[in-house]
């Protein structure tokens, strides 16, 4: 998508950091979107799904509190700007860890797998579920050197923050 579609990838991120800096100015408001909106979608949706547990609203306030703080790069006040040396650290421990590999988890293989509906184009596409990868159905091994950490980000599509 970063190739195919950069003024998608473009808008997507300046939404989601003017989203960020919000959630970081106003994070009791910011809390109770979060508890709305995820009821929305979970009971009221298209497919409705309720959570196991609802979303207790003071909690969620209390820890949008704790952690708005932490949306913003203390320094510049931009979100989204990703250090290379951290992204080649964790693909270096990826590696290292036998984690580095084709497969991807997604819930849409769980559901696939629990609806027995496109169980085979889920695992044709690479995916697999959580429970696929820790019973070994990982794909296979992705050479570190083959994946430059820097192709990964999306710095350059950043809004001028």
């Not at 195919?4 to 300046?14: E, G, R, S, T, W």
């Not at 080649?88 to 988890?105: M, P």
């Amino acid at each position: 998508t970063l190739k195919q579609n950069p003024d998608l990838v473009k808008a997507f991120l300046a939404a989601t950091a003017q989203g960020f800096k919000y959630a970081a100015q106003n994070p009791d408001e910011a809390a109770e979107i979060l508890v709305r909106e995820v009821l929305a979608d979970t009971e009221q949706g298209p497919k409705p799904h309720p959570l196991p547990d609802p979303l207790k609203p003071e909690m969620v306030r209390m820890s949008q509190q704790l952690i708005s703080q932490h949306y913003l790069n203390p320094k510049t006040q931009t979100w989204g700007v990703m250090d290379m040396n951290k992204w080649a650290r964790f693909l270096d421990w990826l590696s290292q860890e036998g984690l580095l590999t084709t497969k991807v988890q997604s819930r849409l293989a769980a559901a696939a797998a629990v609806e027995d509906v496109a169980a085979a184009a889920a695992a044709e596409a690479g995916i697999t579920s959580l429970d696929g990868l820790r019973s070994g159905d990982v794909g296979e091994v992705i050479p570190r050197d083959s994946i430059d950490a820097a192709a990964l980000a999306t710095n350059t599509f950043l809004p001028h923050q």
